[in-house]
């Protein structure tokens, strides 16, 4: 069976031919940098300096072949063919929590904007729930397939009881349909939790750009409502991206941020506002934005959150025409179950 060694940690594992690395990582109890699970998000990406791997289902746009022949790979999608050492920049012990199954109950449901529902859900009383701000819970239907919801309460020192989920309706999403038209307070579900590496980097201490785009401001409002609970006062700047003023559905809330706390700065982005919105405000893509405001990126650290077409055009062009060190991005894609067909 082929091992996988990582560098520069030295830590090593056994792995199948045919098995994905970053899962068999992962069972074995290492802490790899992780988020979509599916080839998109770019998070799990590593170097494979020695041996030859199988770099799986991965789309060109996400993995160019100029990528591959360079020796990068998503480890949650390449599988070994022979030993392995491969770089990758492992999650620092003391920030990493192992993720645990429980039951979770449906508290209640109430609609923020015409497609997002705030969902309250309960967790044992005797398993206070500990996480990273920014983490995410999967929800495991009873066929196996899974659905991921970023957590949009922030963590607390005894851990919660409660999670704050914000669900899109998405087209075809068999899961948003039940939530949006069959959830019954108290229902019961089985989840997996607390799960990915996108959560703020306390150690740091450069200025923060935050982008969500939609629903991607959960674990946003996670990470911010974390740091002002623990009085950190290192700058964010929030952008926050929708089509519609709807979009921006706790417009108050991140206003409030920035009125309260100068270290906080908020700027909604519509990119198709209609005329009935009467938006005064940004307008065009979020992420371009982003970049008219800080054509040099090469000291601040960014989280973006959202759909995968706005995080991969982030990650590009930020890297390519901002200095924004690659290290510095950290992102979590939401992926619709279309975007997993696709
Ligand atoms: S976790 Fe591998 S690409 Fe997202």
């Not at 990758?88 to 979770?104: F, H, L, N, Q």
């Not at 704050?164 to 039940?178: N, S």
């Not at 926050?240 to 270290?263: N, S, V």
């Amino acid at each position: 069976m082929p091992t996988i060694t990582l560098q520069p940690s030295g830590h090593s594992y056994e792995c199948p031919t045919g098995a994905p690395i970053l899962k068999t990582g992962l069972d074995a109890g290492l802490f790899m940098p992780y988020s979509c699970r599916s080839g998109v998000c770019n998070t799990c990406r590593g170097k494979v300096v020695k041996g030859k791997v199988d770099f799986g289902p991965v789309h060109p746009k996400y993995l160019s072949e100029e990528d591959k022949a360079k020796g990068y790979a998503l480890l949650c999608c390449a599988t070994p063919l022979e030993d392995l050492v491969i770089e990758v920049t492992e999650i620092d012990a003391g920030d990493a929590i192992r993720s645990k199954y429980m039951p979770a109950r449906i508290l209640r449901a109430e609609k923020v904007a015409p497609d997002v529902m705030l969902v309250r859900v309960g967790l044992p009383m005797n398993e206070p729930l500990v996480f990273r701000a920014g983490q995410y819970v999967e929800f495991i239907r009873k066929d196996g397939s899974r659905r991921s919801y970023s957590i949009a309460n922030p963590p607390t020192n005894n851990g919660v009881r409660q999670l704050e989920l914000h669900v899109r309706l998405t087209p075809g999403g068999q899961f948003t349909d039940y939530v949006f038209n069959k959830m019954q307070v108290r229902d019961i579900h089985r989840i997996e939790i607390p799960l990915g590496s996108f959560f703020l980097r306390e150690k740091s201490d450069k200025p923060i750009v935050m982008l969500a785009s939609g629903t991607g401001f959960a674990p946003i409002k996670s990470i911010i409502e974390y740091s002002l609970r623990k009085g950190f006062t290192r700058p964010i700047t929030l952008y926050w991206g929708g089509r519609r003023r709807e979009d921006i559905y706790m417009r108050e809330l991140a206003e409030g941020w920035a009125k309260t706390h100068p270290h906080i700065t908020f700027i909604p982005v519509l990119s198709e506002p209609a005329a009935s919105d009467k938006w005064t405000g940004r307008t065009g893509f979020v992420h371009q934005a982003v970049m008219q405001d800080f054509p040099d990126m090469s000291g601040l650290e960014v989280y973006a959150c959202g759909s995968p077409v706005v995080i991969d055009s982030a990650r590009r062009d930020f890297a390519a025409n901002c200095k924004l060190p690659e290290a510095a991005f950290y992102a979590d894609a939401f992926l619709t179950t279309a975007d997993k067909a696709a």
